[in-house]
C-alpha cells in the first residue's frame, strides 16, 4: 500500500481589535463595561483568500466561538469587560481548518476604571476650575457635587464624597451636597479637600480654597441718651454721672454682636444688656 502525505497548506492570520489591524501591536485598553469586537481574517497565505467553515475558537478568561461573516470574509465575537474585570487579561484566539495551518493568535486586553467627571459649585456658581471663594465670616456656604460617569454623563450613585474633617456630603436629586457656615472656618484662608470614590471607576479629589473675612459693623454712642459721633466734646460739671450706651451690630443684619468686649480705656469694660 503506497500512502502519499501533503503538507498543510500554509495559513496567515490578522488580528482586529474594535476594528483596529491590532496584528503586530495586540493590545488594548478599555474601560470596565464596555465591549470589545474581536475579528480575525485567516487567510490562505498564498492566495490570501478568506478560509472559510475555520473552527476559530477564542480562550482565556472568556471562552466563546467566534462567528463567519461570508461577506467581509472574517470571523468576529464582541465580549463585555465587565466579564474580564479589571487587569491585564491574556485571551488567545485558535483558528483551525482540516488540511491547513493552525493559526494561535494571542492578545492583551487591559481592563481599566471608569474615567469620571467631577464638577464643584458653591451657592450654584461653578468653581471646578476657579476654586476660591470669598465669603464673609458666619455666612452659609453650599458645597455640591456633581460626580458622573465621564463616558455616559450618568450620575454615579453611592459614591463615598467626603470633606476632609467635616465628613460625608449628602446624596440628592443625582448630587452630593453639604452645607458649612464659615464661622467654624478660620479668619483668613482656608483649604478644603474634597474626595470622590467609586467602586471601579476613577477617584476624583478637588481642593477648594475659601477666605473668610470679617464681616462689617455700626457703632453708636448715646451718652445720657444722646448719640455722639465722632469728635463729639461732651460737656459736664464736676460730680455729674454719665451714663454711656453703645450700640455695636452687624452692619448687614443690624443684629446686636453678642459678647463682644467694648472697653473704655482706664475705666473698663461695658456691660452687656440684652
Known amino acids: 500500500t503506497y ?3 501533503f503538507a498543510d497548506y500554509g495559513t496567515e492570520s490578522q488580528l482586529f481589535l474594535e476594528s483596529t489591524n491590532k496584528t503586530t501591536d495586540p493590545f488594548i485598553q478599555v474601560p470596565l463595561g464596555n465591549t470589545v469586537n474581536i475579528t ?4 490562505d497565505n498564498q492566495t490570501g483568500a478568506h478560509i472559510s467553515g475555520a473552527n476559530v475558537q477564542l480562550s482565556g478568561k472568556v471562552s466563546t466561538q467566534l462567528i463567519e461573516s461570508g461577506p467581509f470574509e472574517q470571523y ?3 465580549i ?11 485571551l488567545t484566539v485558535t483558528a483551525h481548518k482540516s488540511n491547513h495551518k493552525t493559526q494561535v493568535i494571542p492578545f492583551f486586553v487591559d481592563v481599566v476604571e471608569r474615567p ?3 464638577q464643584l459649585y458653591v451657592n450654584d456658581t461653578l468653581k471646578t476650575a476657579d476654586n ?3 465669603i464673609k465670616y458666619d455666612e452659609a456656604m453650599n458645597i455640591t457635587v456633581f460626580y458622573r460617569d465621564d463616558l455616559t454623563s450618568q450620575h454615579l450613585d453611592g459614591a463615598n464624597v467626603t470633606i476632609t474633617n467635616f465628613g460625608d456630603l449628602t446624596e440628592n436629586n443625582e448630587q452630593y451636597t453639604i452645607i458649612i457656615n464659615s464661622n467654624i472656618l478660620n479668619l483668613g484662608f482656608n483649604v478644603l479637600t474634597i474626595n470622590a470614590q467609586s467602586e471601579n471607576y476613577t477617584s476624583q479629589m478637588i481642593q477648594l480654597y475659601v477666605e473668610v473675612f470679617e464681616r462689617a459693623t455700626e457703632f453708636a454712642l448715646y451718652v445720657n441718651d444722646d448719640q ?3 469728635n463729639d466734646i461732651i460737656q459736664i460739671e464736676v460730680n455729674q454721672i454719665l451714663n454711656l450706651t453703645v450700640f455695636y451690630r452687624d452692619n448687614i443684619t443690624k443684629a446686636h454682636l453678642n459678647g463682644a468686649v467694648v472697653t473704655l480705656p482706664t475705666v473698663g469694660n461695658f456691660s452687656e444688656n440684652g
Open 3 to 5: 500512502v502519499e502525505s
Open 40 to 43: 480575525i481574517k485567516y487567510l
Open 76 to 78: 468576529s465575537t464582541v
Open 80 to 90: 463585555d469587560s465587565t466579564d474580564l474585570e479589571i487587569g491585564i487579561w491574556s
Open 116 to 118: 469620571t467627571d467631577l
Open 132 to 134: 476660591t471663594v470669598n
Open 228 to 230: 455722639k459721633v465722632n
